[in-house]
């Protein structure tokens, strides 16, 4: 079981629920956001409008949200707008990825550090890292020490780290395909296993789900997984680490989200909650495109029932953070 700081247990308390669940919403997506909005409306994807949407989405959820997950480059004035009971996590990454270099290689914010990023009101640092497990040590050497620097990083200014893997294939281009189905409980287990070694100083986990559910027994019509096969996995992937580790929606809906969280949890998974983006808010968009009196209301209503709907459901399913933490 691994040993918090004082400093580290109350970030984390600010964190999560009464339940000590992390029930946060995210909204640090920067470049998905933009295009969103772009196709949509062009004239109207501006930065402004990218900052006013994350205000909308900070005021009207936190009230439901145990946190929120935000980026320093637009997201910040939405940080001001949350609701006092509301934890904060800020992303520490470059978004996305240059598509014209091998490896998807991780980049920092050039102007920010984890000194900056609790001196702006963070509770916890998060990264997003991309990695298959199987790429060459040319490539995983880099991510590995970058992921060590920020470890390090965070140890020295005592605040959790907070690692979201994105799991891939280097050879594989369709994330989303049958064919990456069938290698990505691998991937992402693996990868799970990887990152809980103590020497990246990682505190908590941000997961995919060991499976696509689109190709579960049950769930699709193009079966990869068997029912059984399908939960083995997330018992596999949960018994993987013993770091805490909460799920993330990959945009799925959030009817399938609640879904998987039903399905995890019959499976035996002893997750801690989740960090869940576009299945919460990716309709509220439209709306705001529309008019912001559309956008207020959507969230008020329909963005505050994804909420609801989904906090019942980690009431049921989730566990304690504490069960992994002393």
């Known amino acids: 079981m691994k040993k918090l700081t004082e400093n580290k ?19 640090d997506q920067r470049g998905a956001i933009k295009k969103m909005m772009g196709k949509i409306d062009p004239q109207k994807a501006t930065e402004q409008m990218i900052v006013d949407f994350k205000i ?105 780290f907070f690692l979201e893997i994105v799991s891939y294939d280097a050879n594989i281009e369709d994330a989303k395909s049958k064919e990456y189905a069938k290698v990505k409980p691998h991937k992402v287990i693996e990868a799970m296993r990887l990152f809980s070694d103590d020497r990246y100083n990682v505190d908590v986990l941000k997961m995919e789900v060991p499976v696509n559910m689109d190709f579960v027994e049950g769930y699709g019509e193009d079966v990869v997984y068997t029912r059984e096969e399908a939960l083995k996995y997330f018992k596999e992937q949960s018994d993987s680490s013993h770091l805490p580790f909460i799920f993330l929606s990959a945009g799925v809906t959030a ?22 983006g576009r299945a919460t808010w990716a309709k509220g968009v439209d709306a705001f495109m529309e008019s912001e009196e559309a956008g207020y209301k959507w969230l008020e209503t329909e963005g505050r029932k994804n909420i609801e709907e989904l906090n019942a459901v980690i009431d049921v399913t989730a566990s304690p953070w504490t069960d992994k933490l002393s």
């Open 9 to 27: 247990r109350e970030a984390l308390n600010r964190l999560s629920n009464e339940n000590k669940v992390i029930a946060a919403l995210a909204i």
């Open 56 to 160: 909308a989405v900070s005021k009207e959820l936190t009230k439901y949200s145990s946190s929120i997950l935000l980026d320093p480059e637009y997201g910040l004035p939405a940080s001001k707008e949350r609701d006092s009971n509301s934890g904060l996590l800020i992303a520490y990454e470059k978004t996305g990825y240059d598509a014209n270099e091998v490896g998807r290689l991780p980049d920092l914010l050039p102007i920010w550090s984890a000194k900056r990023l609790k001196e702006n009101g963070a509770d916890a640092v998060k990264i997003l890292l991309y990695y298959d497990v199987d790429e060459g040590d040319e490539i995983n050497e880099q991510k590995h020490a970058f992921i060590e620097r920020v470890g390090s990083e965070c140890i020295a200014e005592d605040i959790p």
């Open 255 to 276: 009817e399938m989200f609640q879904e998987t969280l039903r399905f995890a949890k019959e499976a035996g998974s002893t997750f801690n909650g989740v960090l869940c």
